[in-house]
């Protein structure tokens, strides 16, 4: 069977059942586990899938719009982004990671580790973290946000404050050189306002396009962020503010 006929087989497959192990399609299609996380990396890419813990399953059409569309935007920048931001978070810490499509992946990146504390407000962050190594997750309630499928109220400010990550991992919609790191929501820059300080480590995870897009709300200074993980150097007054501030950037490509 071609990879096409097979691929296409798989969503057929995951119509019917709604999710399945590795092991089971490639028993199913008489080919190697590996061969098969090719196809459903490829599927994923295109925003058709979901890879979970040991398998795939379908999306829930519940995402599509809109969290659904910003996950699948430019997926590889995203996830070599995501790569190496999760570089920063080692073996048996705590780390908040937020709602952003960046930090979803960056989420999934911190699978292979050990011991992790993960604490979020977004139930999609959750629900990739859980059974994944032997993590403790805990996500912060309170009034959920239907486009971001997150909570960003007093009850998710006040949970989220209980702790002390050694590593925050953030997105953030726009990055100016005068006004540092911004967002387009207020209810969700005030969430990540509040763990400013509180995370020992503050990543900001952005790829170029932040770069030249105005945002309405600030959220931080170039002084508060540790790092800056993108795929591309910012442009010349941007770089030198976050020099200024002290604020390490750390370029990757989608190969990375």
């Known amino acids: 069977m071609i990879q096409a006929d097979r691929i296409a087989a798989i969503l057929a497959a995951l119509e019917e059942q709604g999710s399945s192990s590795i092991a089971g399609l490639a028993e ?5 586990e590996e061969t098969i996380r090719r196809d459903v990396r490829q599927l994923e890419g295109a925003g058709r ?10 999306p829930s059409p519940r995402l599509e719009a809109p969290y659904r569309r ?9 996830r070599a982004i995501a790569r190496l931001a999760a570089t920063f978070v080692e073996e048996g810490t705590t780390v908040f990671v937020d709602s952003g499509t960046t930090s979803y992946w960056a989420a999934q990146e911190l699978g292979h580790l050990r011991g992790l504390t993960l604490v979020t407000n977004s139930l999609e962050v959750a629900s990739e973290a859980l059974g994944r190594g032997d993590h403790r997750v ?13 909570a960003f109220d007093a009850d998710a400010i006040g949970f989220v404050r209980r702790f002390v990550p050694d590593v925050a991992i953030l997105s953030m919609a726009a990055i100016e050189a005068e006004r540092g790191f911004l967002d387009l929501d207020p209810a969700e820059a005030a969430f990540k306002r509040a763990v400013l300080d509180r995370a020992r480590r ?3 995870v952005a790829d170029h396009g932040k770069f030249s897009r105005q945002g309405t709300v600030h959220v931080a ?12 150097a910012p442009p010349p007054h941007i770089g ?3 020099r200024a ?6 370029l990757v490509t989608p190969a990375a």
Do not use: W
């Open 202 to 204: 503050l990543v900001v």
């Open 240 to 242: 030198d503010a976050a």
């Open 221 to 232: 200074d170039f002084g508060e962020v540790h790092d800056l993980v993108t795929d591309r």
């Open 70 to 78: 910003r996950l699948r935007d430019q997926v590889e920048v995203k």
């Open 28 to 32: 199913r299609f008489a080919v190697s």
């Open 138 to 150: 805990f996500l912060a309630g309170g009034a959920m946000n239907a486009d971001y499928r997150s």
């Open 49 to 58: 899938v979901l890879k979970v813990h040991g398998g795939v399953t379908l």
């Open 245 to 250: 501030g002290g604020t390490a950037l750390h």
